[in-house]
Structures are given as C-alpha cells and as structure tokens.
C-alpha cells in the first residue's frame, strides 16, 4: 500500500529530545525515499518530509526539499510551498525573508486555505499580530464569505482570526460568532483564547489552575481530533464509464455495484455515494470527501496488495489509499461547484437537490 500523504500543516515545536529528533530525521529519510519509488505523489511525500525535519531542528534540509518542489516543473501548490517555506525560514533567522514570501502569499490570493493558514500562523507566533488577523481575515472574506456553513478546510482561517482577536482586544464580530458555532471543544471560544490565560498558571489559587487545567485538556482533546484525521473519511466514486469498463472485465464485482429495471449501475451507485456522505454527516463525522476510482489505479492497486481486483475487501482499502494520497475533493460542494459525480451540474441542481 502506498504511504499516507496527509495535507501538511506549520509543523509543531521542535522536538525535545535526542530520541525524537533521530525519530523525525529516520520518518524523513523514509519519505524521501518513498518520493523517488513514487515520483506521482513525490509533493505530498517531501512535504511531509519537510515537516519532519522542521520537527527534528532540520531546517536548512527542510529548506531545500521546498526550494526543490518549487524548482520542479509544475508543482501541484506552489503558493502552499512558498508559505511553508517562509514559516520555516522564519525560525532559523531569516525573517527579512519571510516576510517577503509571506507578502507573496497573500498578493496571490490563493484559492485554497492552507497557505492563509500557514502564513497566518506564523505571523502570529512571532506576534506580528495586526498581520495575522489581517492575512486570516484575506483568506476568510475569498473562501468563507457567502458560504452557509463554511467548507470544512476553512473553518481554521475562523478559528486562528478569533484567536487573533482576542489577543488584540477586538470585539466579537459576525465572523468570530460564526467561529463560536464552529468550536467542537467542550469550553467556548473565549476561555481557549483567553489571553489572560498565561496568568493564571503562575496563580496560588487552586480553582484558577483546575480551570486551566480543564482548558487545556480541551484543546488537547480537539488536537488529537484532527491528528487522529489528517485526511478526509471518504467514499469512492465511479465516473460512468470506468465503472463500465470495471464491470466488463470483472463481473464478478456486479453484485457491489448492481442496476436493476428502472436504474443503470452507475446511477444507483451516485445514488449511494451520497447517501453513504449524508449519513455520514448526519452521525456528526467531519471532513468528509469523494475519491474518484479509475481501473487502471485499481488494478496496480491490487497488483501492490498481491490481490485479485474480484475481491471485494480491496475496495474499502482502495478508497482509503486514494484518501491518504490527497485525491480527495471535500464533501458537500458549494451548490454552485460542479457536482463531484461528473454531470457538469452544479451540486445544488444535482446530488444536493435534496440537501435544500
């Protein structure tokens, strides 16, 4: 099976200790060789491996591999990379030009979260705070505003603009009310960030450390969270005329994917792809997404899992490789976004008729 290729994040702090930072430097090492055994997904693999040295104290090698990705013909988030990049650089001394690439960042107005958010971060750990609410509230007025709720992947450019405002002393607006909604920790947004925080760990008194106490372990809670999910929960998509070919050369597989008088294959099969997200939402499971399967990937798939492509429990696993591959596209789409099952109609006139 291929490694997992989550979307990368501002790495954390770096590690504490001799053991962890050989641990980080060997998980990089592994990636980097993983990039050059799968040159298609070597992005998402050096980023990773990036990271990785980032948390090993690395940096000058983390440095590289991004200055390489940018150098490569074509990379698939270029903006991404120079964001991360200025976030690292800005840790080992090279401030003046971070803030040039960061300046970069925002000019270009990336249509995607993650670079807002990585560049917003890292304003904001170096307390450039005016900045980081500036460059969190760019990307939520671009990707947010005028979305009821906001798509997922952007609901961190909510939070961190929140927290930023709280350290500044602003006063809540509808943004940081809609933020408030969007919270899954067990205290509100205004004791998580909480400036006056800091304080109350020096503090004698032992209510006012039982009640840090209890915040921390909220964020700790909704850290592990999204760790215990870096890619989306997603189910697997046939377009029409793969999903023909599948079962021409593997009718054994009709009976996953089965038609009957009124509807085709392909037809119930969109039918309960989104049924399956529906459901899935409505249990409450976040970032959800929509992999789209061709056979060719199938059957190498298979081929790697010395499998036959007939076995049935190769489709589960297929879908959640696809997943960790960053193939994903977010679940649901903006009604007027092209629904995810190849129409051409937007999702609103399409599979979320019913969702109005």
């Known amino acids: 099976m291929r490694p997992d ?7 954390a702090t770096p590690a504490g200790t001799d053991v962890d930072r050989k641990a980080h430097l060997e998980e990089a090492a592994r990636l980097e060789r993983m990039a050059r055994r799968y040159p ?6 050096l980023l990773r491996a990036a990271a990785h040295h980032e948390l090993a104290d ?3 090698r983390a440095s590289a591999l991004y ?6 013909e074509s990379p698939e988030d270029p903006v991404l990379i120079r964001a991360l990049k200025a976030a ?3 840790e080992y001394g090279h401030e ?12 270009a107005a990336p249509r995607t979260p993650a670079p807002w958010i990585v560049a917003g971060e890292a304003l904001e750990a170096h307390d450039e705070l005016q900045e980081a609410h500036d460059t969190f509230t760019e990307g939520a007025t671009l990707l947010v505003e005028g979305t009821t709720p906001p798509p997922y992947e952007t609901r961190p450019l909510l939070l961190g603009r929140h927290r930023v405002r709280r ?3 602003a006063p809540h607006d509808d943004w940081d009310a809609l933020a408030d909604t969007l919270n899954t920790a067990a205290l509100p947004l205004d004791e998580l960030h909480d400036p006056n925080r800091t304080w109350s760990l020096g503090s004698d008194n032992p209510e006012e450390l039982r009640a840090e106490i209890n915040r921390i372990q909220a964020e700790l809670g909704t850290y592990r969270a999204a760790l215990s999910r870096p890619y989306p929960v997603a189910v697997l998509h046939w377009p029409a005329a793969e999903l023909t070919e599948l079962l021409a050369a593997y009718p054994d597989l009709s009976s996953e994917y089965p038609s009957d008088d009124k509807h085709t294959a392909h037809e119930l099969h969109t039918a309960a792809v989104e049924s399956a997200l529906r459901d899935l939402s409505a249990s409450g499971t976040p970032n959800l997404g929509v992999v789209e399967a061709t056979v060719p990937s199938y059957e190498a798939f298979a081929a790697a899992e010395t499998a036959h492509p007939t076995d049935p429990h190769l489709l589960p696993l297929y879908t959640t490789t696809l997943a960790t591959r960053a193939r994903a596209l977010p679940w649901p789409p903006q ?5 995810w099952c190849g129409s051409g109609r937007g999702y609103g006139g399409c599979h979320g008729v019913a969702a109005q």
């Open 40 to 45: 298609e997904d070597a992005e998402q693999l």
């Open 335 to 339: 009604p007027d976004t092209p629904c």
């Open 58 to 60: 690395n940096r000058e």
């Open 67 to 72: 200055d390489g990705l940018l150098a490569a």
């Open 5 to 11: 290729t989550p979307t990368p994040t501002t790495p």
């Open 96 to 107: 003046a030009e971070a803030r040039a690439i960061i300046t970069g960042v925002r000019s």
């Open 167 to 169: 350290l500044l002393g």
């Open 88 to 90: 690292n650089l800005w």
